[in-house]
């Protein structure tokens, strides 16, 4: 898992590797650094993301909506409800979740929207999470909110944590304790030896069906 992140974090490098210190970034819109801090604590333009040494720094593409080079002005950022669950036959938890996002995020005060998903945790191509991110790199996201943190990914959550970092959006986990439904935590499993199993042959392709009917057998018996 530590070299999908790493893979991922270069890739990220790749694409959004254009930056500017506060003091350029001021000089190429004309405003001074103390303007741009202000910006910031009243979230008319937050950085990009801020490094480990407290510097702020801007991107290219909050550059080019600032000087409107693609004609169009940066939307307001909003605060996002995620809510996911794995499969259908958890519409019910579904629902009980998003109510619970929402009583939080109204107590809170926030202005807010809410995406939901159902599929895996380590489905990374899921229909609420590629427009999450279509939003968070367009600078519309100024937060998440999510009930518990595998709800975004099972694994990689560090991944959409250093995306969110470079477009200053922040993620705010309601409940941090560890709490997987053990029905939903299976049918992952099931999916990564499946998905491992397709590139497999003969004795090992036998062995790991083998698991995934273990692995199915175990739960429907947690279930009787």
């Not at 080019?64 to 995620?82: D, H, M, S, W």
């Not at 427009?131 to 937060?143: C, F, G, P, R, T």
């Not at 986990?173 to 709490?179: G, P, Q, V």
């Amino acid at each position: 898992m530590e070299l999908l992140y790493s893979y991922g974090k270069i890739i990220l490098e790749v694409f959004y590797m254009k930056y500017y210190s506060i003091g350029e970034f001021a000089e190429l819109i004309s405003v001074t650094q103390q303007t741009l801090r202000n910006w910031d604590k009243v979230g008319k333009l937050k950085p990009s993301h801020i490094g480990k040494s407290g510097y702020r720094y801007y991107s290219q593409q909050q550059l080019q909506y600032y000087l409107g080079l693609k004609g169009e002005t940066p939307a307001i950022r909003k605060v996002v409800g995620y809510c996911r669950v794995s499969s259908n036959k958890q519409k019910d938890d579904l629902e009980r979740q998003v109510e619970n996002v929402k009583s939080y995020m109204i107590a809170k005060g926030y202005s807010f929207e809410v995406v939901t998903d159902v599929g895996s945790g380590i489905n990374y191509n899921k229909k609420g999470l590629n427009q999450l991110i279509d939003m968070i790199v367009a600078s519309e996201v100024e937060k998440i909110v999510v009930l518990y943190k595998d709800r975004l990914l099972r694994f990689g959550y560090e991944l959409i944590e250093n995306l969110c970092s470079k477009y200053g959006t922040a993620i705010e986990i309601i409940d941090n304790t560890e709490k997987t439904e053990e029905q939903e935590l299976v049918e992952d499993l099931v999916q990564i030896v499946t998905l491992f199993s397709c590139k497999l042959q003969g004795r090992r392709a036998n062995k790991a069906r083998k698991m995934i009917k273990e692995l199915l057998e175990d739960d429907n018996g947690t279930e009787s």
